[in-house]
Structure formats: C-alpha cells, structure tokens
C-alpha cells in the first residue's frame, strides 16, 4: 500500500510553507504544519489498527480539522477511506460497513481509544487493494446508501483540473459549504490542500444561517464559493440586509440543484467581481459540465448544462435506446475521466446504471454511467436539463426519493395508505409534503411518524409537512393515488 499523490502534495506544501493557513474552523486557523501534526497523531492511531488485508477504514463524515486529518492518514497508508455521513441511524450506519467490508470505524472525535470495530465485514465486490482512495455514499434515497469508490488517480485528475480552472494554489481561499462525505468537497476540501490553498470550513450549525455565511466569506477573503443555490440565496438576503459586498470572492459556482432565475439575477450585486458558473455532475462521475454565465446578460430562464470537461464524453440516449445526433430529448448518459467502475459491494445479479456503450471517438472512454436526467439538446448543441426519468426530486441539494420515502411511511403499522408530493419551494428547490390515512382509532400524529421516518431516512427525505385523516385518498379510474387532486388541496396542510 503506498501513500497516493494526494498525500504527497500536502506533504510538500507542509514542509515547503508549515505557516501558511490551511484550514479555518468555528474561527480557528490551521497551519499546514500544525495539521501536518494532527495527520501524524492520526497514523499513530491507525498503526494500533489490523489493516494488513487493505481493506477500508470507515471515518464517520464530522466537519472538523482532526477529520481530515485522519483522512490524510488514511491516504497517507494506502488504506481506502469510507464517509458515511455522521447522522446515520445506527442500524444503517452498520448495514453499510458491512457492504463496504469494513472492520474497523474511526471516529476522528473519539479519544477514548484507537478505534471501533464493526462487524465482520461480507462485501460482494471488495476492490483490489490500494486501487481505491475514497469511497463515498449517495443519499440513501431509496434504500441503504450507495457506495462509490474512487480511485486516487480519477481524484487527483479532477483536482488538477479544477485546481487550474478556479485558481485554487496559494493565496486562494475556498469555502466548503457542503458536507465532507459529498463529492463537492473533491474541489473545496482536497483539490485546494493538494495545490496549497486555504479552506474555509462552514459550521454544519451555520449552514443556514445566511448572516453567518456572509461572515465567513467576507472574513476570510474567500476567493472561491461553490455551494447550492439554497445557499446563494441565504448569502444574497443577508448581504442586502447589511448593505454588504463580497468583493474578495473570484469564482462563484452553484451546483446540486436548479438555480432559480431570480435568484441568479442577484448574485453579481452580491460578488461584482467574480465569474459565474453552472456545474453539474453525479457521485458517481464527479462533475461532468461546466457553464460559465455572463454576468452581463444573465438567462431569464434555466441555466444551460454548458460544456463536458476535458476528457469527458456524454451521449444524449433516446426512448428507442439510440443516441440522439442532432436537436431533441432524451437520458443524459456520461463517461468521465474522474467516475467510479461500479458500486462497492453491490448485488452482481441486480442491473445497475452503468453501461458500455460506444465511445464517442476512437479511444474515448467506454464505460458510461445512465444518470437518469432527462435533458433538451438545442439546435446549437447546447444541452438543458428537464427533469428526472423517475420519481427523485432534490431537497436542499440531495435527491430524494417520494417513492422510497411512501414505501416507510407505509411500513408504520397506523397508516394504510400514503402519498408523498414534492412541492417547488425558493429555497430547498422542493419540500416534501406526506397526505395520509390512519388506520381508524390510530393514536399517532406528526410527532410519531417523523420519529419513525428519522429510523429510516436521511434528514433531507423527512417530509416537512404531514395531512393525516382516516378518509381514503382519492384515486383515478386505474387505482392509482390521484396526485392532481391531492396536489390542488396542500394549501390546506
């Protein structure tokens, strides 16, 4: 197991500028030198671990120095490190170590002792040792996470590329808004310490907080802020309130969900010298395209998908499963020189979205990933997104499942029938609204089902809204709930 490039270029920037800041948390600044130090209290504590068998090392995902310090120990080792968010419910948390084939969960908080261990791990596919540096989750939306794993090579080449894109070398000071187990960190947290910039770590407390966002990119002279829109708009209401501007910030990115229009067309009084840029990507490919927008004539609609990256080939599939050459609609379907091979542990027997295909030129890649969206290519080759080819919607920038989320909601043993409606919302781009039926004398209200839901779901898919009655909902002429009707009567909720 040999330490990957991302270890080493840290190392460098350590030894060459240990001053330098590298990290700011909760108003704290981190030297290069100092987490240089925390990376070296943390491979002590991995040296007490059985990881001969190269298999990976699970670091429950908490926003804090000494995590990421631990990651860079993983690195550092060779040894593959699994994130899984750190609100997982337990039974969750332990399904999914055993899948990745995990024998031992590091806390990066924990100082009662080196490590805790998880079951005997089973994983149906586990990767040959050293050929995998992180492996992430996917929301859980409709079921159990996912597990992507990533090789050290697909992650340094993204963190290179956008390294180079969005200036992310000494002097650049990033701000990491999203949670460390999700794929937008590859350009926050480890492109900007693999080329020696400064990363500005948002309080997961703060997050909605826009007076506090604001603080903290005016503060520290950010030069790069990639975030959701929900965040946008939370930095552009409190810049207005406090008659603010963000002048130090160079490339601003939105990314994770649809960027309202109206919403965009606030952001240059907000940064009046910054770039704009629409990024789309997948967990599993990494980010695929990219948009810069004018900042002076800014879209009255939907922002384009832009241009794949360098190295990335996209086919646009048709419903007869052909591609389509020229204007029309059809699955977005992508191959990127940062994506997965497949997920770990997954069921060999169960289809999968990954596919071969015929690349696009000779030697192009062969590998593509269905991302399930469904977009619009224009008579300029320009693509635009429309929609999802299933029932996922995004809920402050995580997909959601309503299907997954009904299927819970019926398992509780007081409701017999259930619909989950996403309703458009400016800020989390949706909100779930549950409409019930209890079965009679049930004694449950709204407290008792998001208690329940918390067993099973992720926070994003907990419906923010519940209308419970004992009258069953109505249906069409075929069976099937009628969510028109249901839809015409949530003013009600």
């Known amino acids: 197991m040999k330490p990957t490039q991302l270890w080493t270029s840290f190392a460098r920037q350590a030894d060459a500028r240990p001053g330098a800041t590298a990290l700011v948390a909760q108003g704290r600044h981190i030297s290069y030198g100092e987490l240089a130090g925390l990376v070296a209290e943390a491979s002590a504590r991995l040296g007490l671990l059985d990881t001969a068998g190269g298999e990976p090392i699970a670091v429950p995902a908490t926003k ?73 989750t996917t929301s859980g939306s409709t079921g159990l996470p996912k597990l992507v794993p990533l090789t050290a090579g697909a992650v340094e080449r993204f963190a290179d590329w956008a390294a180079a894109r969005f200036e992310l070398g000494p002097g650049a000071s990033v701000l990491n808004y999203a949670p460390l187990n999700f794929d937008l960190c590859f350009l ?173 030129r000779p030697g192009g890649a062969t590998r593509f990933y269905r991302t399930g969206d469904l977009v619009r290519r224009d008579g300029d080759g320009v693509l635009h997104l429309e929609g999802r080819n299933d029932f996922q919607v995004k809920v402050r920038g995580t997909r959601v499942n309503t299907a997954a989320v009904e299927q819970v909601l019926l398992d509780h043993d007081e409701v017999t029938e259930a619909a989950v409606l996403a309703v458009p919302d400016p800020v989390a781009g949706h909100l779930l609204h549950a409409v019930l039926r209890r079965v009679p004398g049930a004694a449950t209200g709204t407290l008792g089902l998001r208690r329940h839901c918390a067993l099973y779901l992720p926070t994003a898919a907990i419906p923010s809204a519940f209308r419970l009655s004992e009258a069953p909902l109505p249906r069409t002429s075929t069976g099937k709930v009628d969510r028109l009707v249901l839809g015409r009567t949530l003013h009600t909720l």
């Open 188 to 360: 926050d947290v480890w492109a900007t310490l693999h080329h020696g910039g400064r990363v500005i770590l948002v309080d997961p407390a703060a997050s909605t907080n826009g007076r506090r966002l604001l603080d903290a990119v005016d503060d520290n002279a950010v030069t790069v802020v990639q975030a959701v829109p929900m965040a946008h708009q939370l930095l552009a209401d409190a810049a207005d309130e406090a008659g603010r501007k963000l002048t130090s910030v160079r490339h601003t990115l939105f990314t994770g969900d649809h960027m309202p229009a109206r919403c965009l067309a606030r952001l240059p009084g907000v940064f009046p010298r910054s770039r704009f840029y629409n990024v789309y990507g997948c967990t599993e490919t990494n980010d695929s395209f990219l948009h810069e927008v004018d900042r002076d004539a800014l879209p009255a609609d939907a922002v384009p998908l832009g241009t794949p990256l360098p190295g990335v080939e996209a086919l646009v599939v048709g419903e007869d499963g052909a591609a389509v050459t020229g204007p029309g609609r059809g699955e977005l379907v992508v191959a990127t020189p940062f994506q997965t091979a497949g997920y770990l542990g997954a069921d060999p027997a169960v289809p999968g979205p990954f596919t071969d295909l015929p690349a696009l």
């Open 64 to 136: 804090t120095p000494r995590t990421i310090a631990l990651v860079l120990a993983c690195l550092r080792a060779g040894l593959p490190v699994v994130l899984p968010s750190a609100t997982l419910p337990a039974a969750t948390l332990q399904r999914l170590l055993a899948r990745a084939g995990c024998r031992h969960l590091v806390s990066a908080d924990d100082d009662a002792g080196p490590a805790r261990a998880g079951a005997v791990p089973a994983p149906a596919a586990p990767p040959a040792p050293g050929s995998v540096a992180f492996v992430l």
